[in-house]
């Protein structure tokens, strides 16, 4: 974000763009590497747990379970914060009551407040954003088809394998990923017509229902990934019921951001529920189910709790506190070796398919063994950091052992240090040298444009004309639509490859309803941010193309600031920076660079709590 805030979008962006590839590790070599994932593959069947994992993995091969996998839209615990936690919350009771899992704990992510599509892709790929980089999504930058996944391990064992998401199948671009994945089939919003919705989307108990239709029509094992929906942000929407909304209250939180809190805190409450509900029917099948259970970030409320309550700590250690949620390994029998009693064991999003396949005994590739050996030294590993056996973190900077306080503790970090190296050329082998050699500046490319003009506000209603300028590579149609804003606006939105844009949110809201009637992305270079900053999480869920328009009647109306504060504070491309650019033989840079120089002159981005109570 600094590097926006002090060169500009424009060139700041471009220079990142050139950057978008995975570097090999200094002195790499495949034969290297594939030695390497080899000795640790040979480690872990010498280890402690080959014996155990032996035992469960002849009982797997008879019982062939089936296996479903839940990652839960913004779930966590936010009882971990003290000022919450002193309010009386405990989190989400039966999720945390669950008596007999086969392991439970904290799962450390590299995204906070979005980014879900990143925690996807390290729990099926088994691989980590911390060699990946900041600012990528590899949903939406390289073709992931020839990469090995969770869904093409249990497709090669005989298994089904489906996806679940109630929303687009372009969202993410998941409907073209997950066939890549392995998927036999991808369930989008279009199999839930009709199904009851929550705050911001289908409930979570629809989707558990599908699972259960699954299961009820085919007895043969199946491998089920189901991505939920109804807890996505924004968190001002006052769309919960009365009888369902929580009631706490932080004294350095505002109104708004106390209301953003409760509202957030009311889907986790209706998650724990249905999860429940859920779990008690998968224990009277009368068949094998393994369920894992996870949240893919915290939301970005819990970032303003950790500046607000926890001011002054060391950043590395202050950040691992939001970039954190939990999960659960459950079965509904009894798994050989296992003593099902909710062990914890804390984990990082990466690990924890190999992890489960270790616990129910599936079988395992030599790169998830050779993962599960460096566990013993690296127990997480994520974009922010790695930690080390004794809970310490580290930040990922060669030969940086941190501020051991003894020997004991300087000997963890060493050998954590020499595990995350080790790890990055594992992650090379299996991921960075499979990727497409198609240049990037071909992928840049899929860059899609959108020039609002809008017209001013007449009696209380306005109109405008949305038109759509696409790259004849992505998109040779133009697309117009009409959107209901008062006021006037010129805005570009700039769209990732593949089609997924960030921006600067403005909402329409009808202040007499306090529902939201516009919610548009203002998109601009400049919040094109590493994900680790959440960029695209307080408000809510923008589809296609990132726009959704509905009439806005002679109500009363105000537009909400955008809540900037993950954003931090970043700045468009100043006036003065963009002569240059209109001077360019580039159109497309000719473009840009003028609408840089009025959206510069029209924002006013602000990053207080009074601002976002207006």
């Known amino acids: 974000v600094e590097t926006y805030q002090r060169y500009g979008s424009l060139n700041s962006f471009m220079t990142i763009a050139r ?38 993995s002849s009982q797997f091969s008879a019982t062939r379970p089936t296996v479903i996998a839940i990652m839960n839209e913004t779930f966590s615990d936010l009882s971990l914060y003290q000022a919450l936690s002193d309010q009386g919350y405990a989190g989400p009771t039966a999720f945390n009551a669950i008596p007999d899992a086969l392991a439970r704990g904290v799962l ?75 998927f036999d089939r991808f369930l989008d919003i279009g199999s839930f017509e009709h199904a009851p919705q929550f705050h911001n989307g289908v409930t979570d108990g629809a989707t558990y229902d599908k699972v259960l239709e699954l299961l009820a029509a085919d007895d043969g094992p199946q491998f089920i990934f189901d991505v939920t929906m109804q807890n996505h942000a924004g968190y001002d929407l006052s769309n919960i019921p009365a009888d369902r909304l929580t009631s706490y209250r932080l004294d350095r939180f505002s109104d708004y951001d106390n ?55 060391d950043e590395l250690a202050h950040s691992v506190r939001s970039y954190q949620t939990s999960y659960v390994i459950w079965a509904n029998y009894d798994v050989v070796g296992n003593g099902q009693t909710s062990q914890a064991m804390d984990t990082s999003v990466n690990n924890l398919g190999a992890l489960m396949n270790q616990m129910i005994g599936a079988p395992l590739t030599d790169y998830q063994k050779a993962e599960l050996s460096l566990r013993e030294t690296l127990p997480g590993v994520t974009l922010n950091g790695y930690r080390d056996a004794s809970g310490a973190w580290h930040a990922p900077t060669k030969g940086d052992e941190g501020d051991a306080a003894t020997d004991a503790e300087e000997s963890c970090a060493t050998e954590a240090a020499r595990a995350y190296d080790l790890f990055e ?32 506000e007449r009696e209380g209603r306005s109109r405008g004309r949305v038109t759509w300028l696409a790259d004849r590579t992505r998109n040779r149609n133009l697309r117009q639509d009409r959107a209901g804003l008062a006021g006037r606006r010129i805005a570009l939105e700039h769209i990732d490859a593949f089609g997924h844009g960030h921006g600067l949110v403005h909402v329409m809201r009808d202040g007499k309803r306090c529902q939201a009637q516009l919610a548009r992305h203002v998109a601009v270079p400049t919040t094109h941010v590493v994900a680790r900053q959440g960029v695209e999480s307080t408000e809510r869920l923008v589809q296609e193309h990132h726009v959704v328009a509905h009439e806005v009647g002679p109500q009363e109306r105000r537009t909400l600031p955008h809540p900037t504060r993950e954003l931090r504070r970043p700045t468009l491309l100043a006036a003065c920076q963009t002569e240059a650019f209109e001077q360019s033989p580039s159109p497309l840079v000719r473009l840009l660079a003028s609408h840089a120089g009025n959206l510069q002159r029209q924002a006013d981005v602000v990053d207080d709590a009074p601002a976002r109570q207006q």
């Not at 090669?156 to 994945?181: K, Q």
């Not at 209706?270 to 894992?292: G, I, K, M, T």
């Open 425 to 456: 050329r594992l992650e090379y082998y299996e991921f960075g040298s499979r990727l497409s050699s198609r240049p990037l500046a071909q992928k840049a490319q899929h860059l899609t444009l959108a020039r609002q003009e809008l017209g001013g």
């Open 19 to 56: 950057d978008m590839g995975i570097k090999a590790p200094d002195g790499y070599s495949d034969a290297q590497a594939r030695q390497l994932e080899q000795e640790g593959a040979a480690g872990f069947d010498a280890g402690p747990a080959a014996p155990t994992y032996a035992q469960a």
């Open 259 to 313: 209301a953003q809190l409760n509202e957030y805190l009311s889907c986790i409450q209706a998650s724990d529920e249905d999860l429940a509900a859920f779990v008690a029917r998968l224990r009277d099948l009368d068949r094998p189910v393994v369920l894992v259970f996870f949240g893919d970030h915290q939301p970005t409320v819990s970032s303003w709790l950790n500046d607000s309550y926890h001011p002054g700590e």
């Open 108 to 182: 450390y992510t590299s995204v906070l407040g979005g980014g879900t599509c990143n925690s996807e892709f390290e729990f099926l790929s088994g691989n980590t954003m911390a060699f990946v980089g900041p600012g990528k999504y590899p949903y939406t930058l390289y073709d992931l088809s020839g990469i090995p996944t969770l869904a093409r391990q249990f497709k090669e064992l005989g298994y089904t394998t489906c996806a679940i998401h109630p929303n687009l199948a372009t969202n993410w671009n998941r409907d073209r990923v997950y066939r890549g994945f392995g």
